[in-house]
């Protein structure tokens, strides 16, 4: 018979503010990274309609020019995303700024292809600027440009 392992409370010898706070999920400050990226279709209520959307998912892997040095620098593992509804036009639009670059490096024009199959798990770099939401200044949407394909 085994004996019962017992905690090992030396783990927990050290204060709360020793540990590393975890990556969150917020928009990066403005500057140029090195993302991972990856693109999922959804189906979203929007005005109480279901609505077909891709979903752009992109996580900090570096900021490698930052444009405000006041800033807290954003966190490697930071989490934020772009969501794109397919029937409107300006959003498809705007879709087609974002995934132009990355379709025209794996020469795909196909765009069920391109966000099903070719943007998964990308490493690219970008410049990332945000702007804050008219009614709640501290909720920030993204704005992703100069995509490469790293």
Same mark, same amino acid.
């Given at each position: 018979?085994?004996?019962?392992?017992?905690?090992?409370?030396?783990?927990l %010898?050290?204060?709360i503010? %020793?540990?590393?706070?975890?990556?969150?999920?917020?928009?990066?400050?403005?500057?140029?990274?090195?993302?991972?990226?990856?693109t999922?279709?959804k189906?979203?209520?929007?005005?109480?309609?279901d609505a %077909?959307?891709?979903?752009?998912?992109?996580?900090?892997?570096?900021c490698?020019?930052?444009?405000?040095?006041?800033?807290t620098?954003?966190?490697?593992?930071?989490?934020?995303?772009?969501?794109?509804?397919?029937?409107?036009?300006?959003?498809?639009?705007?879709?087609?700024?974002l995934?132009a670059?990355i379709?025209a490096?794996?020469?795909?024009?196909?765009?069920?292809k391109l966000?099903t199959e070719t943007?998964?798990?990308?490493? !690219?770099?970008?410049? !990332?600027k945000?702007?804050?939401?008219?009614e709640d200044p501290?909720?920030?949407?993204?704005?992703v440009?100069n995509?490469?394909?790293a």
């Amino acid at each position: 018979m085994t004996e019962a392992r017992v905690f090992n409370l030396g783990l927990l %010898d050290k204060s709360i503010d %020793d540990i590393e706070d975890l990556p969150g999920f917020e928009v990066p400050v403005n500057g140029v990274y090195s993302l991972k990226f990856s693109t999922a279709l959804k189906v979203v209520k929007m005005k109480g309609k279901d609505a %077909d959307c891709v979903e752009a998912n992109f996580e900090v892997i570096e900021c490698l020019e930052q444009n405000d040095a006041e800033a807290t620098p954003t966190q490697a593992g930071t989490r934020f995303s772009m969501l794109f509804n397919v029937e409107n036009d300006i959003a498809a639009g705007k879709m087609k700024e974002l995934l132009a670059p990355i379709a025209a490096h794996f020469q795909e024009s196909d765009l069920a292809k391109l966000v099903t199959e070719t943007c998964k798990d990308l490493i !690219i770099t970008a410049t !990332i600027k945000r702007r804050a939401d008219k009614e709640d200044p501290d909720k920030f949407y993204p704005s992703v440009s100069n995509v490469l394909i790293a």
